[in-house]
């Protein structure tokens, strides 16, 4: 079960966790919550593979000059700066930032390498409209003319990334060892087995990513933002700005809703992401009431009706894509 703060708290408790900088109330929170459900224990697995990759990366790689190291933490938002070494000992150890720090900076480096390979030396490259299988037995349909994916050297063997450019729907194979990437630009899908879709468009500056099984997380390295979505969730994003997050979504392109005894105030916000609208309720005690709908293809007029029977409302239109819902049938 996700805990009910943020899911950057709880990833930076979890970083701590695994680096063993965190402190004896903090590692018995962790040890509790790996309890609670059996998708916690793999979360925390491919959290310790990821950090593990950048250990031995961190002791492999050296710096390249004072210069790039404090470009790199100055995109971190660390106010420490690098500092030469002592003859004889690693550059990387002269830096003044926390191990966590120094973790996130080589991830970073990591992504940033990983994207040039995605770029320059594909092993492979697919051009939609196409149904596709991989070498770990993943099967990925491109959507679209326009939809490309590339898949990195050494996949299924040394990692499982590929790097997508349109609309796709991933049916990933299962394997708790190493997780699925795809990357998109800047953002990160992580995946250890699911099916899932994600509809990027660089050239809108749009990400739309829905879930259908299992679990997957959304991480956006440049504004150092991250999303747990289970099945049901649809995130958006738009000209790299906060990820928005609807729920109760069975199909977001055929527009199929299914709410089951949800807040009206969850099945609005649902409804206002698919639709793209904004719907305006006058009396706030409505929005703690209950909502049970199942919803296939409905234009947004018979959908604001079924709302508003819901909680015994009712509802006008007031703009062109705007909807009043008032208190009283």
Request: charged residues 25%; neutral net charge; contains cysteine.
């Amino acid at each position: 079960m996700i805990p009910s703060f943020s899911d950057e708290a709880l990833y930076t408790m979890l970083c701590k966790y695994l680096l063993n900088e965190a402190d004896a109330g903090e590692r018995a929170w962790v040890d509790g919550w790996l309890t609670e459900h059996k998708d916690n224990q793999q979360l925390l697995d491919s959290l310790r593979k990821v950090l593990d990759t950048a250990t031995k990366q961190q002791y492999a790689t050296k710096a390249d000059t004072d210069n790039s190291w404090n470009q790199l933490f100055r995109q971190l938002d660390v106010a420490e700066t690098y500092a030469p070494p002592a003859a004889g000992k690693s550059p990387l150890r002269s830096v003044s930032v926390s191990r966590l720090w120094k973790a996130a900076a080589v991830i970073l480096v990591l992504v940033v390498a990983a994207t040039w390979i995605f770029l320059k030396r594909p092993s492979e490259r697919f051009a939609g409209p196409v149904q596709a299988t991989l070498a770990d037995g993943s099967h990925i349909q491109l959507k679209g003319e326009a939809s490309r994916l590339n898949v990195a050297r050494g996949f299924n063997s040394n990692n499982r990334q590929v790097m997508l450019r349109g609309t796709a729907s991933f049916d990933v194979a299962a394997n708790s060892e190493q997780p699925f990437v795809v990357t998109l630009g800047s953002t990160d899908v992580l995946v250890l087995g699911t099916k899932f879709t994600v509809d990027y468009e660089p050239e809108k500056s749009t990400l739309q990513v829905h879930v259908s099984s299992g679990k997957v997380m959304v991480i956006d390295h440049n504004r150092v933002d991250s999303a747990v979505l289970t099945p049901g969730m649809l995130l958006k994003q738009k000209n790299g700005k906060d990820f928005r997050i609807a729920a109760s979504v069975i199909d977001p392109e055929q527009k199929v809703l299914d709410f089951e005894n949800v807040t009206l105030e969850e099945a609005l916000k649902t409804v206002g992401e698919l639709y793209d609208v904004q719907i305006i309720v006058d009396d706030t005690s409505l929005l703690k009431m209950s909502v049970k709908a199942k919803l296939v293809n409905e234009p947004i007029k018979n959908v604001m009706e079924t709302m508003a029977k819901s909680v015994i409302a009712s509802w006008e239109q007031t703009g062109d894509r705007q909807f009043h819902l008032k208190k009283g049938g």
